[in-house]
């Protein structure tokens, strides 16, 4: 959620902690600050409500404020209001220590009431003041001892960044449960809740992992385990370029993300098929394991949940295996039935959503195996699987994902015809078709983004409606559900999606005239019975938006009012082409209505609190 970056080295910090902190506004924050130590200035500190510009502004661009040491921070407010006070860096009662902080201190009202029993006076309503007040309260001279009397006070999901003024040479970062990675060059080091703010300084990086504590100076870093002993980091070299995390000429990352689909996905596909088969490499089943699976649980949350939902439609046909898709956030709490034999499948794009993560642990205590999705090599997830694929689909930096749902779906048809093959399920006539299909789909998908001034031409006819409903059958409702995920989450407009088959028990009272529904009826196994359900949502007055494959475009256009024709491909595939247009109409709806498309109100790209 929030961003955390820190530099020490020979330059002037604030304008590196400035341009790193841009490079991480698609996390999503209200406030964001600068702690910075400079020679005769001690530790000067600038924090602002808003959005960067305005501590840029204050600060002149970092110009400002002298020291070639320091901690940035971008802050989503979680406790206390978005504020100049509530803004982090937030720093202890004599001025000694300033600390940033991603996550949520689960038992700081006990520790902040201990504190003033001490007579220690609280100046914000954040959980991270207790963090720079017990510094205090334990510093006597030994930095790494104060920080790890603090640890072992501390309940809760945390990623630190502390400045101390005794020891103006020395960055501190702290990790458990929310992601911080180090920066590592030539006469300067970084720390960051992300690697895109230090890219553009470094290429080669560590990831901490939980309990670690991170001494940074000039020449170097030392990472020490949470019994303070010294360890070793492997260092891991980013190797996409600066320009896959800028614009490159569009108005949103969105749209560029958007417009890199089908490139993403020749690059998580095409690099995993050799001779017409599917080979991962680094995937260790075999069919002993496959056949003895009694369950396949898919964990994840949000819009990898919806690939989850598509995702069990093809592999219980493909497998004959029963899959259960569940909610990460759920998973915990609804006592599931795991056991040895249980495979999970868990996708996640950052690879440190904490729901996912923790529903990834407790699947792994019951005794499931593993395997998981996700983009950041290194991260958590992935480093705690048993097994892991990469979707490769580079950076991601507008909130609403796009190219990442849909590499994570090319990924699940990988999986699944791997499996298949592994089990015997499949003829070899139909993996042959799915996968010619695959190798097809990046110039279907191309010819799907060439429609975009038509779907463009089609928000503008809709973009001033109150609610918006989706529905379809079988794939086409799981990605209506991806579908109206996205507008409501870039528009602002209400939007729901239902499985067709149930408008009768409920929803189609929710139409009236003008009400627009968008049909998905790609599936052609159901597409009759899909148009059967739009004739009725046409007789209660409603407009229909209908989406198809070129086949069936002719009869839908019949019936509804405006068609979306996607190219035919195997049924199996079709999410990843029908996907396509609800994203570009999602966002010329949000453009027209002239939201904030990149970093949507009350979100962040990034859950790493509960």
Known sequence: MCGIVGFIGAEEAGPILLDGLSRLEY???????????????????????????????????????????????????????????????????????????????????????????????????????????????????????????????????????????????????????????????????????DVTAVIKYTREVSYLDDGEVAVLTTDGVQVYDAYLQPTEKELCHVDWEISAAEKGGYEHFMAKEIMEQPEAFRKTVFPRLKDGRVVLDDLHFDQAYLRGMDKLYVIACGSSYHVGMAAKYNLEKLLRKPVEVTLASEFRYCDPIVTENTLTLVISQSGETIDTLAAMREARRLGARVLSVVNVVGSTIARE??????????????????????????????????????????????????????????????????????????????????SIFFIGRNLDYAVGLEGSLKL??????????????????????????GTLVVALASYTPLFEKLMSNVVEVKSRGADVLGLTVESRGDDMAKTVDHTIRVPDTHPMLLPSLDVLPLQLFAYYVALQRGCDIDKPRNLAKSVTVE
């Not at 694929?389 to 990924?411: D, H, M, N, R």
């Not at 409501?488 to 005239?513: F, N, V």
């Open 488 to 513: 409501k989450e870039i528009s602002y407009i209400h939007s729901e999606a239902y499985a067709a088959g149930e408008l009768k028990h409920g929803t189609i009272s929710l139409i009236e005239p």
């Open 27 to 193: 996390r999503g924050y209200d406030s964001a600050g600068l702690a910075i130590y400079g020679a005769g200035q001690g530790l000067q500190v600038v924090k602002a409500k808003g959005r960067l510009k305005v501590l840029s502004d204050l600060t002149q661009g970092g110009a400002a404020i002298h020291g070639s040491v320091g901690l940035g921070h971008t802050r989503w407010a979680t406790h206390g209001e978005p504020s100049d006070v509530n803004s982090h860096p937030q720093v202890s009662g004599d001025g000694r220590f300033a600390v940033v902080h991603n996550g949520i201190i689960e038992n700081y009202v006990e520790i902040k009431e201990f504190l003033e029993r001490k007579g220690v006076r609280f100046v914000s309503q954040t959980d991270t003041e207790v963090v720079a007040q017990l510094l205090e309260y334990y510093y006597t001279g030994d930095l790494l001892g104060a920080v790890s009397k603090v640890l072992h006070r501390i309940d809760g999901a945390y990623a630190f960044g502390i400045i101390c003024a005794d020891c103006p040479d020395k960055l501190v970062a702290v990790r458990k449960d929310s992601p911080l990675i180090l920066g590592h060059g030539e006469g300067f080091n970084l720390l960051a809740s």
């Open 385 to 466: 699987s048993d097994d892991v694929i990469y979707t490769w689909a580079g950076p991601e930096i507008a909130v609403a994902t796009t190219k990442a749902y849909s590499t994570q779906l090319a990924v699940t048809y990988l999986v699944g015809l791997y499996f298949a093959d592994l089990l015997g399920t499949i003829s070899p006539e139909e993996y042959e078709a799915v996968v010619s299909e695959l190798l097809l789909l990046p110039t279907k998908l191309e010819a799907v983004l060439e429609q975009r001034e038509r779907i463009q031409y089609m928000a503008s006819l809709y973009f001033n409606h109150p």
